[in-house]
């Protein structure tokens, strides 16, 4: 199951943020203890100071070619697990958010 929902307005996403990583990135999928779907976010920003929430949101408008101001964070600001909204045409964002989290080859 996508861990995203579609809307009117665009897609919510449901995130799991590793902040103090090596790099900005989408890792793919992840499936929690709770067997909740998520996707897996890293960012090199620490979590202190809204910092790591400001890189999530800046490498999700990149990744998804929408403005920063169309990605807003609708829960988890002080949590690793997040949901996060993201404006624009709901179907291009889930074919965008589907290829961005396929498994990647080794």
Known sequence: MDPWRYSVQGVSVALRVTPRSGRDDIDGLETLANGRTVVKVRVRAIAGGGE???????????????PRANVRILSGTT???????????PAKLGDALRTLTAAKPD
């Open 52 to 66: 790591a929430n400001r890189a999530v949101t800046e490498l999700l408008a990149k990744a998804l070619g929408v």
């Open 79 to 89: 949590s690793r697990l997040k949901q996060i909204a993201v404006d624009g045409d």
